[in-house]
């Protein structure tokens, strides 16, 4: 008599219900502690309260970054959660806690309401006399000035006034909508890029969302949806859309106008037209104010100093103007460099919105806990420990309030130390995939060797002569010798392509299109590269150890490599270790690779730094890289079109460094 088994289970894992039971748990506390400081107006308690709202969140937010294992019911209760936490924040009958802003957006929107262009004149203008009573007017801030919130800002401000009332907290109702807007932006984002939902609560539960939208009803919220606009539109790959996002934020707050030079590149011309138009047509509106249309702005930067950390750190020493400057470089630096990236994922996209942003933030001279608030889309997509340590600590900084507007040493220091901690961690240990395995190639596997060369007719043959038995097949690819290189080759027996395109990446490819071997090496036609090194540079391969194998150039005879040679190259390799993780010493000419790898990285650099490329698509695929030791020979004969010229070895080395900033 035999007992058949039971019947596994098809309910929810007991895991995923013990997540989810954990998860909901500190989602409650949060809400508990947010409860707890309703209205609350004393800044301690405050503080103190966001600052434990954020420890508790930060355990539930990993949680469900990995998935609640719960199906549909994850993402349910995330959003349950969230508008629990929003609810419990939200008075509308009380106006802020924290901020007298919203008098200044339902003032704005008075203003607009009356046909009155709200540029023109400060609140305490003889011709706004009229407008003023006890409700709105006494709660205005800085009454001298002129609005400083950009044309988006000032649309939303007016349409929360039409849908939501005339009272201090309508434009909260309007912020509310964008933020829930938001939230199902990201939601679509994450479906699409088959990730858990779940992630969606780094927006919906973070303390600061809850405090600085919901209780006190910033208007960063509209920049917040902007950002969110912008990566589901990359994730479904609407460019255009992609690009009036960037200029809805940009009229929201100025900041993510550092967006749209970022993501040109891979944007294209509909989205830059398309973010341009935007703005022009968010200012248009607001004509009629002429140069008054960007209100106190210059004011606003010149007089507030408060929060930061660079010009906090820079102008004691150099002074306002030369702070001002250097930092303004730093900034449209990264910009450049970001704007080198490939962004082919919207991982990519999400990684340079918060370095953008974030570096924005860093280098104002004045900053704001809810400034932040832009940063949190990006964090729902990828991981950044750094930032979102600042997000969350950024509270602190109302601690300016109890010190005379001062504040005292230790909040910079719980804030930025943390901070610079975390960032310093991420480059000394970059993350990196988990390495694949090969199996050893077997014994017929053939080697094709592929060798680029524009007249090399006095080195090529020697070259050729010392290649070892173990080489099947030679492919020489010319890119317009006019010394006779070509038929140099072929009396050597080797097969050449005819390249007429420019690039030493576009040589190399064509060379290892024509091979029709297993595993395939380049190598440099000049005598640089000693033949007899590959055997031992195609050991690794043909062994499975390594998909790619680098010969290493560590034995260098007389005149091999000029100094800048050396240098480029360490500090090509040095950066290649931080974006990848994976140590190299040098990005050789001379290299070997499987066929079956080589046909999965895609390269797509068809110059200089096609090598470069090669090792960091490589690494990124998680195919082992080894390296061998070769000797590094001086040429045999001819000019060389690179090493030898400074011009050419300066573009080579500015196309290897952009290679690596676009995988960065």
Same mark, same amino acid.
Request: proline share 6%; charged share 15%; aromatic share 8%.
């Given at each position: 008599?035999?007992?058949?088994?039971?019947?596994?289970?098809?309910?929810?894992?007991?895991?995923?219900?013990?997540?989810?039971?954990?998860?909901?748990?500190?989602?409650?506390?949060?809400?508990?502690?947010?409860?707890?400081?309703?209205?609350?107006?004393?800044?301690?308690?405050?503080?103190?309260?966001?600052?434990?709202?954020?420890?508790?969140?930060?355990?539930?937010?990993?949680?469900?970054?990995?998935?609640?294992?719960?199906?549909?019911?994850?993402?349910?209760?995330?959003?349950?959660?969230?508008?629990?936490?929003?609810?419990?924040?939200?008075?509308?009958?009380?106006?802020?806690?924290?901020?007298?802003?919203?008098?200044? =957006?339902?003032?704005?929107?008075?203003?607009?309401?009356?046909?009155?262009?709200?540029?023109?004149?400060?609140?305490?203008?003889?011709?706004?006399?009229?407008?003023?009573?006890?409700?709105?007017?006494?709660?205005?801030?800085?009454?001298?000035?002129?609005?400083?919130?950009?044309?988006?800002?000032?649309?939303?401000?007016?349409?929360?006034? #039409?849908?939501?009332?005339?009272?201090?907290?309508?434009?909260?109702?309007?912020?509310?909508?964008?933020?829930?807007?938001?939230?199902?932006?990201?939601?679509?984002?994450?479906?699409?890029?088959?990730?858990?939902?779940?992630?969606? $609560?780094?927006?919906?539960?973070?303390?600061?969302?809850?405090?600085?939208?919901?209780?006190?009803?910033?208007?960063?919220?509209?920049?917040?949806?902007?950002?969110?606009?912008?990566?589901?539109?990359?994730?479904?790959?609407?460019?255009?859309?992609?690009?009036?996002?960037?200029?809805?934020?940009?009229?929201?707050? %100025?900041?993510?106008?550092?967006?749209?030079?970022?993501?040109?590149?891979? #944007?294209?011309?509909?989205?830059?037209?398309?973010?341009?138009?935007?703005?022009?047509?968010? =200012?248009?509106?607001?004509?009629?104010?002429?140069?008054?249309?960007?209100?106190?702005?210059?004011? =606003?930067?010149?007089?507030?100093?408060?929060?930061?950390?660079?010009?906090?750190?820079?102008?004691?020493?150099?002074?306002?103007?030369?702070?001002?400057?250097?930092? %303004?470089?730093?900034?449209?630096?990264?910009?450049?460099?970001?704007? /080198?990236?490939?962004?082919?994922?919207?991982?990519?996209?999400?990684?340079?919105?918060? &370095?953008?942003?974030?570096?924005?933030?860093?280098?104002?001279?004045?900053?704001?806990?809810?400034?932040?608030?832009?940063?949190?889309?990006?964090?729902?997509?990828?991981?950044?420990?750094?930032?979102?340590?600042?997000?969350?600590?950024?509270?602190?900084?109302?601690?300016?309030?109890?010190?005379?507007?001062?504040?005292?040493?230790?909040?910079?220091?719980?804030?930025?130390?943390?901070? /610079?901690?975390?960032?310093?961690?991420?480059?000394?240990?970059?993350?990196?995939?988990?390495?694949?395995?090969?199996?050893?190639?077997?014994?017929?596997?053939?080697?094709?060797?592929?060798?680029?060369?524009?007249?090399?007719?006095?080195?090529?043959?020697?070259?050729?002569?010392? /290649?070892?038995?173990?080489?099947?097949?030679?492919?020489?690819?010319?890119?317009?010798?006019?010394?006779?290189?070509?038929?140099?080759?072929?009396?050597?027996?080797?097969?050449?392509?005819?390249?007429?395109?420019?690039?030493?990446?576009? $040589?190399?490819?064509? #060379?290892?299109?024509?091979?029709?071997?297993?595993?395939?090496?380049?190598?440099?036609?000049?005598?640089?590269?000693?033949?007899?090194?590959?055997?031992?540079?195609? +050991?690794?391969?043909?062994?499975?150890?390594?998909?790619?194998?680098? #010969?290493?150039?560590?034995?260098? +005879?007389?005149?091999?490599?000029?100094?800048?040679?050396?240098?480029?190259?360490?500090?090509?390799?040095?950066?290649?270790? &931080?974006?990848?993780?994976?140590?190299?010493?040098?990005?050789?000419?001379?290299?070997?690779?499987?066929?079956?790898?080589?046909?999965?990285?895609?390269?797509?650099?068809?110059?200089?730094?096609?090598?470069?490329?090669?090792?960091?698509?490589?690494?990124?695929?998680?195919?082992?890289?080894?390296?061998? +030791?070769?000797?590094?020979?001086?040429?045999?004969?001819?000019?060389?079109?690179?090493?030898?010229?400074?011009?050419?070895?300066?573009?080579?080395?500015?196309?290897?460094?952009?290679?690596?900033?676009?995988?960065?």
């Amino acid at each position: 008599m035999s007992v058949s088994a039971a019947p596994r289970s098809r309910g929810i894992p007991f895991a995923g219900l013990a997540r989810a039971a954990v998860a909901t748990t500190l989602g409650l506390l949060v809400v508990g502690v947010e409860l707890s400081v309703r209205g609350e107006t004393d800044i301690r308690r405050q503080v103190a309260a966001q600052l434990t709202a954020f420890v508790l969140f930060l355990p539930g937010a990993w949680l469900c970054w990995r998935g609640l294992g719960i199906g549909r019911a994850g993402v349910g209760l995330v959003l349950v959660v969230g508008v629990l936490l929003h609810a419990v924040a939200f008075d509308p009958s009380s106006p802020p806690p924290l901020t007298t802003d919203t008098y200044r =957006y339902a003032w704005d929107a008075r203003v607009q309401a009356a046909g009155i262009n709200p540029y023109r004149y400060a609140p305490e203008a003889p011709a706004l006399e009229p407008l003023r009573d006890v409700a709105i007017w006494d709660g205005v801030n800085r009454k001298s000035w002129r609005t400083l919130y950009p044309p988006g800002a000032e649309a939303g401000f007016l349409a929360a006034r #039409g849908l939501f009332g005339t009272g201090v907290r309508a434009t909260t109702w309007l912020f509310l909508v964008a933020e829930a807007l938001a939230a199902v932006l990201l939601v679509l984002t994450l479906l699409r890029l088959s990730l858990p939902v779940e992630r969606v $609560a780094l927006l919906a539960w973070h303390p600061l969302a809850v405090s600085e939208i919901a209780a006190n009803g910033h208007s960063d919220a509209l920049a917040l949806l902007a950002c969110s606009a912008l990566l589901a539109a990359f994730a479904y790959g609407r460019r255009g859309l992609a690009g009036v996002a960037v200029g809805v934020g940009a009229l929201v707050k %100025l900041g993510p106008v550092l967006l749209l030079p970022a993501l040109l590149r891979r #944007g294209g011309r509909r989205f830059a037209w398309l973010a341009l138009a935007t703005i022009a047509a968010g =200012y248009l509106a607001y004509a009629s104010a002429g140069t008054k249309v960007v209100g106190s702005i210059f004011q =606003y930067l010149d007089e507030e100093d408060l929060g930061s950390l660079a010009w906090w750190s820079l102008q004691p020493h150099l002074g306002g103007e030369p702070a001002r400057i250097l930092l %303004l470089v730093v900034l449209l630096a990264v910009v450049a460099v970001v704007a /080198l990236r490939a962004h082919d994922s919207v991982d990519q996209v999400a990684r340079s919105g918060l &370095l953008i942003l974030g570096t924005a933030l860093l280098t104002a001279a004045f900053l704001q806990p809810w400034y932040a608030l832009w940063l949190l889309p990006f964090l729902v997509v990828t991981a950044a420990p750094a930032w979102l340590w600042l997000t969350g600590t950024l509270p602190l900084l109302y601690v300016f309030a109890l010190e005379g507007d001062a504040l005292p040493w230790w909040v910079r220091t719980a804030i930025y130390g943390p901070f /610079l901690a975390l960032v310093l961690l991420r480059v000394a240990r970059p993350s990196r995939p988990a390495l694949r395995s090969f199996a050893s190639m077997p014994p017929t596997a053939s080697v094709g060797v592929a060798i680029p060369v524009i007249d090399e007719a006095e080195s090529l043959p020697g070259v050729l002569q010392c /290649l070892p038995e173990l080489v099947d097949e030679v492919v020489v690819v010319d890119g317009g010798s006019r010394d006779g290189t070509p038929d140099l080759a072929r009396a050597e027996g080797a097969r050449v392509v005819v390249e007429p395109r420019h690039g030493y990446g576009r $040589a190399c490819a064509a #060379g290892s299109d024509a091979l029709g071997t297993d595993v395939v090496v380049w190598l440099d036609g000049d005598g640089s590269d000693d033949p007899d090194a590959i055997g031992a540079l195609v +050991e690794p391969v043909l062994s499975g150890r390594a998909a790619l194998s680098l #010969g290493v150039r560590t034995r260098l +005879e007389r005149g091999a490599q000029h100094w800048h040679q050396r240098l480029g190259n360490r500090l090509v390799a040095w950066l290649v270790r &931080l974006t990848t993780g994976v140590t190299v010493r040098d990005i050789p000419p001379m290299r070997a690779i499987r066929r079956d790898a080589l046909e999965q990285l895609a390269l797509r650099e068809m110059t200089y730094g096609w090598p470069t490329e090669m090792v960091i698509v490589t690494a990124r695929a998680g195919f082992p890289i080894a390296e061998v +030791e070769v000797p590094s020979r001086a040429r045999r004969g001819g000019r060389s079109k690179v090493s030898g010229r400074l011009g050419p070895s300066v573009r080579a080395g500015a196309r290897m460094l952009s290679v690596v900033a676009r995988h960065a």
